[in-house]
């Protein structure tokens, strides 16, 4: 009989108890991101798209277009072109395009490059229902970070 | 014609009272589920998501009203009438202030509870037309329970009729005047256990009406959406309807029987309209801080199993609810003039 009465008082305190942490739970202020409205910085070695890094001063493409990045890329997703340039040594950037539609994000290019000229990108919001939203021309890409 | 004039706008109060609290309570339960959890809940429609009840009525509203193959279609059809009806019927005894009340009979408190024992028909007998195994499973546990917490509900009603000497509501309340420690939950002097009669009172009005951690008829982990499995668009619409405004009278009972009803808790009493407001105003206020306790509590417990709602009736709520009438009978024969 003792036990019935032992185990309703502890239940029923039990309960409040409950109650308690739940009532805290209210006022504190929430945790959620509101995800299409704002979002977090990605972190630093998130690997997205890769994007060519610009020189610090003149803010040109620091690739000297020795294609490794082309040959070491197992899916064949990227393409650039250079041209020789009256006073400049060596050849110069002209077109760098990478098909994301079939790159697997291995990385190869950024090993490859010795230049110190690719990186992977922060961004991870890409989608869309067009395929040609995904053939990004990386000079443009830089030119708007400049 | 006053009367009849007076009659027309109760009907109309009465409904879009229904219907608002349907719809608003909607959106507290998803706000209050949100903060619980430590998020925001609905906030894309409208302001703090406000217009989130009409967007969802009318999405309910555009669904086909399907009957699937193998349902007995009169059953389908009465049956969230019969949930959605009675708990309206109620809100016309409910006295929101000492003379904002659509009929104020003697046997108010009666009639509240005849309508609400319709209420499980209604599930049942939807359940069933169903052709649905979920349903009926649903349709079957809704039974029991409802007939388990009838009792110890009935009989803590039963007290607090011989501690009043009326089943008018509105004369219920009326011996609560004066100060707050007036209200029945502190009358200690009439019955030592009328906390527990209180609790007793809202545990079984939150299993009366198939609320959260006694939702058996829904119970949607287990039995898909039980007794709503087969309803499409509105029908389930006025299920859900039909659930709050069962709420509100739940927590209204609550607020009559043991919180004071429209008394304020100290003894002011302004007279003529400003009177019947401040009536209201604090009907209102216990009403919804019930009804705030009722959504806390369905996000603070888990469901609980089967054999344990009903060990809680049988073994714990009925015994206690019994010994609580013997303890007041003896208390207002030893103490008459209390």
Redesign the interface.
Known sequence: MSGYFKELFDGTKSLFIGLGITAKYFFEPVVTMQYPHEHIEMTPRFRGHIELIGDEETGEPKCVVCGMCQKGCPTGCISLAGEKREGVKGKVLTEYILNFTTCSLCGQCVENCNFGALRFSRDFNLASPRKEDFIFDLIKRLKEQN | MPELLRVILFIIFVLSFAGLNAAYLVWCERK?A???????GP?EVGPYGLLQPLADGAKLMTKQLFLPKGVDPVLFMVAPLMVMVPAIMSFLVIPFSETFVAREINIGLLMVFAFASVNVLGLLLGSWGSANKYAVIAGARCVSQNVAYEIPMLITTITMVMVTNTMNLNDIIRAQSGWFFHWHLFRLDISLLMPVAFLIFFVCSLAETNRAPFDMAEAESELIAGAYTEYPGMGFGVFFMGEYANIVIGCALTVILFLGGWQAPIPLDFGGFLGVLWGMFWFFLKLYALIFTVI??R???PRTQFYGLLNLSWK?LIPISLFNLILTALQIKIFPWL
Do not use: E, L, P
């Open positions: 209050g949100g903060h619980i959890q430590r998020r925001i906030k806390w509590i996000w603070t417990y714990v």
